[in-house]
């Protein structure tokens, strides 16, 4: 599965990601055992803003995910900044910073 990608320093998600949020939503849809699933969201280290740009994003794909049908309660923001980069430095650092993750957090028996 392609990363979710956003044009610079922006809440604009690239065409390409709009599928992967749906290619996650019908995952969703499909496993109800996935009773609580965080959106996991990390920047590239760019300044002041970087926590409010990973909340923005964050509820940007929880919004995108509610509108494929994707109930809000079984969605947890978790907007992490850029407290955690994958890599400090370097050509292209940003493209392994810049990212969203799907960790599940509570499952469920399902009948």
């Known amino acids: ?45 760019r300044g002041p803003k970087d926590q409010k740009l990973s909340e923005d994003r964050a509820k940007l794909i929880k919004n995108q995910m509610m509108k494929r049908g994707v109930a809000a309660d079984r969605l947890e923001i978790q907007s992490k900044g850029s407290t955690k980069p994958v890599r400090k430095d370097g050509k292209n650092a940003f493209k392994f910073n810049d990212r969203v993750t799907f960790p599940v957090l509570k499952v469920k028996e399902v009948p």
């Open 1 to 45: 599965m392609e990363p979710i990608a956003f044009w610079g320093k922006s809440t604009k998600l690239k065409k390409r990601s709009a599928n992967v949020i749906g290619q996650v939503a019908a995952t969703l849809r499909a496993h109800p055992e996935f009773a609580k699933v965080g959106i996991e969201v990390h920047v590239h280290p």
